[in-house]
T-cell receptor
C-alpha cells in the first residue's frame, strides 16, 4: 500500500531564516505531488504541484519554491521566511485523475 | 477564478440526527467532487468521492451531486460526537489540482 511521509511535524523559525520541508511517497511510482498551505481560519491554498521529476507548477507567487529531485520526493523551500508564511503545510499525492491523499502536515510558526 | 463555496458554520446537530453539508462550485466543467474530513490539528482525510449526478452512499454517508445546479452535498445519518470535525468540499477537472472550499465545521452534541 502507498504511504506518504512528511517531516518535521512542527517547526518554529525566526523571520528571515531558511526553510526546507520534505515529503516522500512510498509504494507507487510517478505520483502527482502537491504542496498546500492552510493558514489559521482560512482554506487550503494550493502552492505547488508536480506531475514528474523536475516539473513544478506554481499557483501563488511568493517567497516559496519547490523541487522534485526524485520521483517520489517533493521539497518545499524558502530562502527567507516571512511572518505571513506561518501555517499548516500539507504534502499530498495522487495517481493521475484520482483523489488526493495527505501527509500528516507540518505546523510552521514564524516568529 | 474557480471557486468552491461552503457555509463555514458551525453546524450543530444532536447525536443521532442527520447532518446536511452543502457546497457550490463556479466552474461548470468540473468533473470530480470530493468530501474530506479534517479533525482539529490533523490533516484532511478523504471520506467520499462522486463523479456523476445523483446519490452515492457509503455507510452513514451519502454524497449528492447536481451538476446543472453546480451543487454537491454530504449527508451524515445517525450523527455521532466523533463526526465533529471540519468538512472540506473539493472539486477539479481532469488533469488539474483540487480546489478546496474553506470548510464547514460540524458539532455533534451527545
Amino acid at each position: 500500500s502507498q504511504t506518504i511521509h512528511q517531516w518535521p511535524a512542527t517547526l518554529v523559525q525566526p523571520v528571515g531564516s531558511p526553510l526546507s520541508l520534505e515529503c516522500t511517497v512510498e509504494g507507487t511510482s510517478n505520483p502527482n505531488l502537491y504542496w498546500y498551505r492552510q493558514a489559521a481560519g482560512r482554506g487550503l491554498q494550493l502552492l505547488f504541484y508536480s506531475v514528474g521529476i523536475g516539473q513544478i507548477s506554481s499557483e501563488v507567487p511568493q517567497n516559496l519554491s519547490a523541487s522534485r529531485p526524485q520521483d517520489r520526493q517533493f521539497i518545499l523551500s524558502s530562502k527567507k521566511l516571512l511572518l505571513s508564511d506561518s501555517g499548516f503545510y500539507l504534502c499530498a499525492w495522487s495517481p493521475a485523475n484520482s483523489p488526493l491523499h495527505f501527509g500528516n502536515g507540518t505546523r510552521l510558526t514564524v516568529t | 477564478q474557480k471557486e468552491v463555496e461552503q457555509n463555514s458554520g458551525p453546524l450543530s446537530v444532536p447525536e443521532g440526527a442527520i447532518a446536511s453539508l452543502n457546497c457550490t462550485y463556479s466552474d461548470r466543467v468540473s468533473q470530480s467532487f470530493f468530501w474530506y474530513r479534517q479533525y482539529s490539528g490533523k490533516s484532511p482525510e478523504l471520506i467520499m468521492s462522486i463523479y456523476s449526478n445523483g446519490d452515492k452512499e457509503d455507510g452513514r454517508f451519502t454524497a449528492q451531486l447536481n451538476k446543472a445546479s453546480q451543487y454537491v452535498s454530504l449527508l451524515i445519518r445517525d450523527s455521532q460526537p466523533s463526526d465533529s470535525a471540519t468538512y472540506l468540499c473539493a472539486v477539479n477537472q481532469a488533469g488539474t489540482a483540487l480546489i478546496f472550499g474553506k470548510g464547514t465545521t460540524l458539532s455533534v452534541s451527545s
